[in-house]
């Protein structure tokens, strides 16, 4: 449809974990130029070596509250994701992960890491910062355009508002989203 990156959960607790063998089998599905994002949440350092030595992964996202040392010691492009705590210093975490390739920015949840189909308020985006923004946090067909609008991110990430229950997507909803935000590109 059109979308330029694809994520591959890799964090057990997830409805949308998938394992090494379903993410070869995912990513050679793929056709070319398709960005493969592998995702994890504070994980074992092994445990990334090793889909990063079975899984032809292009960025790794850390959803979690790993450190920037952490983040940069596997020597592969990876992007940092923020729950938009109350509070949280958006200049100072870009600063700290100044070699990200983005900065993700999700909904705050209580008792989850990020898939809560939860959005915060986009006017807390930055008009400007220093590393492009990747807006996430209940993203749906319906609201997209208000979200583009608002909060004029790099890049959306979208996943439960694509779905028809956790952890299936919807067509559908997949075609509408796509579709929400082509017309925004094409009327601003
Ligand atoms: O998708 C998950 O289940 C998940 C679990 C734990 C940490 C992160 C997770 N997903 C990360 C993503 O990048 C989601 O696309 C992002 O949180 C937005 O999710 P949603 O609000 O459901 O659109």
């Known amino acids: 449809m059109g979308a330029d990156a694809l994520g591959l959960v890799f964090y057990p607790p997830s409805p949308r974990a998938v394992t090494v063998a379903q993410a070869q089998a995912v990513v050679a599905a793929l056709p070319p ?3 493969v994002v592998a995702l ?28 920037p040392e952490y983040c940069r010691g596997f020597g592969r492009p990876y992007m940092k ?14 600063w700290r992960y100044h070699d990200s390739a983005g900065l993700l920015l999700d909904a705050w949840h209580p008792d989850a ?18 590393l ?12 997209v355009r208000q979200a583009l609008a608002v909060a004029r991110p790099y890049a959306l990430d979208v996943s439960s508002g694509v779905e028809s229950a956790k952890g299936i997507k919807d ?9 929400e935000v082509y017309e925004f590109e094409r009327t601003g």
């Open 40 to 67: 994890f949440v504070d994980e074992q350092e092994e445990a990334v070596r090793d889909v990063l030595a079975n899984v032809r992964v292009d960025l790794l996202q850390f959803h979690g509250d790993e450190s």
């Open 81 to 94: 994701a923020i729950r938009m705590a109350e509070g949280v210093d958006l200049a100072q975490v870009a």
């Open 171 to 179: 067509f559908d909803k997949m075609a509408a989203f796509l579709n």
């Open 132 to 143: 492009p923004i990747v807006l996430a946090g209940g993203l749906t067909p319906d609201n």
């Open 113 to 130: 890491k990020g898939g809560t189909g939860a959005a915060f308020d986009w006017e807390r985006v930055p008009a400007q910062c220093s």
């Open 33 to 35: 130029f398709v960005t």
